[in-house]
């Protein structure tokens, strides 16, 4: 399995602000992932970080509130836009295994709290 | 759409006893994959085991061990002589083919928090 490392592991952030979560793999991958997982929740996949294409986003995130890039096979970045209480969670890149397993190996997480 | 149900929401255990843990899923795919991650009060996510749906051979790891049944769409996880170690949120895990771009992502069950006490 990959290593995976975030950058910051918490934050306190202010309303109205952004924070750029970073997530970086030590081999290259295909496909990255960005969940968030809201206080005593489970995961909800925010979007899909392919390299050298568009992010592609589920039913209820968009791209101006979750902006992501995917520079190389091995870094992706998370933005956290216009920042309110509600978007408080944990947020957790993954890195995709392929077929025929499709399992995915997850980072330690960013914990975001904004007050 | 895919939908993975764990019922139990909160389990507690003394040391020693084996718990298991349910998981139920719906899918229309034939195939498709299940797993099981482990959140330990750190955070970060475990993998510990993957299963795909041709494959219904029950799975022994030390302690773990796990239960395909596709004819009730389950897959629970027990835990044997349970440990403190073992306290946790456990995630039932179930791959769906993505619209596009391919691969697969992961839709994710509530969890079960399970607490072991001495």
């Known amino acids: 399995s990959a290593v995976i490392s975030q950058k910051p592991s918490r934050d306190i952030c202010q309303r109205g602000t952004s924070l750029t979560i970073q997530c970086q793999v030590d081999s290259q991958v295909t496909m990255m992932f960005w969940y968030r997982q809201q206080p005593g929740q489970s995961l909800t996949l925010i979007a899909t970080a392919n390299q050298g294409s568009e992010a592609t986003y589920e039913s209820g995130f968009v791209i101006d509130k979750f902006p992501i890039s995917r520079p190389n096979l091995t870094f992706s970045t998370l933005t956290v836009s216009n920042m309110s209480p509600e978007d408080s969670s944990i947020y957790l890149c993954s890195v995709g295994r392929g077929p025929p397993s499709y399992e995915q190996y997850f980072g330690p997480g960013t914990r975001l709290t904004v007050t | 759409a895919q939908k993975v149900t764990q019922a139990q929401t909160e389990i507690s255990v003394v040391e020693k006893e084996d718990v298991t843990l349910d998981c139920v899923y719906e899918t229309r795919d034939t195939t498709y994959y299940l797993f099981w991650y482990k959140q330990p009060p750190s955070g970060e996510l475990v993998f510990l085991i993957r299963?795909?749906?041709?494959?219904?051979q029950n799975e022994i790891s030390g302690r773990y061990s796990w239960n395909f049944q596709k004819s009730t769409s389950s897959f629970n996880f027990t835990i044997t002589a349970s440990q403190v170690v073992d306290s946790a949120v456990y995630f039932c895990?179930?791959?769906?083919?993505?619209?596009?771009?391919?691969?697969?992502?992961?839709?994710f069950g509530t969890g079960t928090q399970l607490k072991v006490e001495l």
């Open positions: 895990a179930l791959s769906e083919p993505l619209l596009t771009g391919g691969g697969n992502k992961l839709t």
């Open positions: 299963r795909n749906s041709f494959d219904e």
